[in-house]
């Protein structure tokens, strides 16, 4: 790969420039020349009022922004390879998108007075131009990720394997502006800027041919539409809205594809499964309000994904001294189960700290975590009862 050092003023940098609103990127600048967000490109994440506008005092103030780097493709045109945050930055300031704080007051780029407007313009930025293949420039993209925020996983695979599929699938997971951003998030979490949102969708596509991310994006770069993704996750979530009559905090960012495949084809009492999930909800005993969700779905089976609050300390010290005091006088074991047993530890007294604390009539059938429902067991015996 070649690489030649040149340099640009922020005003032949901003010659043209294009920012789409919609899609929250930088498109052009150097007269059309330039691409500032090719598609292996993150979307742009400075517009917060505070790095945007750090881009802009270090203008101000003399300060180097650091090197940029251009990729020449086949056709003599550039694009940016590393700098397309801090171009899209003054571009929009010097096109008025932003405003800064100059002498305490906030002032967009017409307001400014012709020697700080001239400054910004006259600004120079130095850029290595470079040239080679795909894969040396996509090597070297990754190379250079030291500025700013680091690219993510997601970001770094829209990169290796960019093209139309990656193009239509950023459209559609990567628009802030989809009207349906709020709906998915009601059930994953993510970031569609940062592309956390295309990488769940990748996620339950790619799980459900069992392969991995990449492998499915390799498989499918060339693609011009991504209808199979779509159609996976709008199915996923539409299950998710059509199965639970409430939307509450503890559903976002479940594995709703792997319990759609799970349970999707499952026959159950849609009312009833609600009706359930309301009942457990305010039950005080729940600590893991998230594990309601597969608990119904499975038959309400499995404890465990409920965390069962435990019994506390001073519950255990009072159940262990109220049993090894009667298994004292009887000459059996402290712990119920091996006191029925015909063995060696039919008269054990185990130590507290080899036992654990148990519910006499199991939390799924009724039973409290408190004082008159705890039993102590001998740890190999609580362990291998079951449904507590």
Known sequence: ????????????????????????????????????????????????????????????????LGLIYFNKTSNNSLEVLDGQQRITSIGRFVTNKFAVKIN????????????????????????????????????????????????????????????SFVTKAKEEFSNSNNSNINKWLAYIKGNPKRQEILEIALTWISSSKHTTIADYMSQHRMDKDIKEMKIYFDTVIDWVSNTFFDVRKEMQGLNWNELYERYHSSPY????????????YVDEFITNKKGIYEFVLGGEQDTKLLNIRIFDKKDKQKAYDRQTKEAKEKNISNCPMCALIDNANKTKIWKLNEMDADHVTAWSKGGATDLENCQMLCVTHNRSKGNT
Do not use: H
């Open 269 to 280: 009492d849609k009312k009833y499964l609600n009706q359930k999930i309301e009942e457990l």
């Open 104 to 163: 305490g007051m906030e002032q967009v780029f017409s307001g400014l007075a012709e020697d700080l407007q001239n400054k910004i313009l006259n600004t120079e930025l130095l850029v290595y131009v470079c040239s080679g293949t795909e894969s040396e420039i996509k090597t070297w993209f990754e190379t250079i990720n030291i500025v700013g925020v680091p690219l993510n996983a997601q970001e770094l695979r829209n990169a290796i394997y960019s093209g």
């Open 1 to 64: 790969m070649k690489t030649e050092l040149k340099t640009y003023t922020v005003k032949d940098m901003c010659e043209g420039f294009v920012y789409n609103e919609l899609e929250g990127k930088g498109l052009y600048g150097l007269n059309g020349q330039l691409t500032i967000q090719p598609e292996y490109q993150r979307n742009y994440i400075y517009a917060d009022g505070k790095r945007d506008v750090a881009v802009i005092e270090s203008v101000l103030n003399g300060y180097p």
